[in-house]
């Protein structure tokens, strides 16, 4: 795992200096956007909001793209967990990407293609009972069951900006590589389904989100 978080920390880091090297004002014969008057946005993403996750973005708006960072927290509890009992989750993630504009300035509505990363902790916890059987007395206790995953994934997304003054508005859809790990360990033979924890390969995902500028 130490090899693939260093790899993270370096896609960062290549981030943070793609950010360093992009001029507000271009050194082209086009003058900067007055939707950039106001660079700094805060998008929340609703629809996580139904899968028990906050997730806040922040982005940093430039006249050919702009950075972003998203973390977020997940708490939800699953009742009924299959045949095992209730389960609870709970962790954090931080998910950061670069927008490459197709326009050479940000207008109302800009569409955009870039690279993503992300990293992210959660802890499960199953609560069951487990069966005591002493002759033919029949007792049972409960028992919970916790495991950590960390979860690395890159790829890459496109989507619309849409900008109304102060408000404004994001739309992506994109895929990439998700790589989970059990207890600092890789998972192999997970299950087939993209939605699982457990899953591993090829995924597809898609964010809706809107917030104000400053």
């Known amino acids: 795992m130490k090899p693939l978080l260093s790899f993270f920390c370096l896609l960062c880091l290549s981030f943070g200096t793609l950010q360093a090297q992009s001029p507000d004002y271009p050194q082209n014969n086009y003058p900067p956007s007055r939707h950039t008057q106001h660079p700094n946005h805060v998008l929340l993403s609703p629809f996580h909001l139904f899968d028990g996750t906050f997730m806040l973005s922040y982005e940093r708006l430039f006249n050919t793209g702009a950075l972003r960072i ?26 950061f990407g670069y927008k490459f504009f197709f326009t050479n300035r940000v207008h109302k509505v800009t569409p955009y293609v870039g690279p993503y990363i992300f990293y992210r902790y959660l802890e499960s916890k199953i609560q069951d009972w487990n069966e005591y059987t002493d002759r033919e007395y029949t007792d049972y206790y409960p028992r919970a069951q916790y495991t950590n995953y960390d979860i690395l994934g890159v790829g890459v997304e496109g989507g619309v900006k849409f900008i109304f003054g102060r408000f404004t508005m994001d739309v992506s859809l994109g895929g990439g590589v998700r790589i989970p790990y059990r207890n600092g ?15 591993k390969g090829v995924v597809a995902r898609g964010n809706f989100s809107f917030g104000i500028s400053f």
Request: avoid cysteine; aromatic fraction near 14%.
């Open 70 to 95: 998203s973390p977020s927290v997940t708490l939800r509890n699953n009742r009924h967990y299959y045949d095992y009992g209730d389960r609870e989750e709970q962790g954090w993630a931080l998910d």
């Open 185 to 199: 360990k890789s998972i192999t033979g997970g299950p087939d389904d993209m939605w699982d924890i457990e899953y």
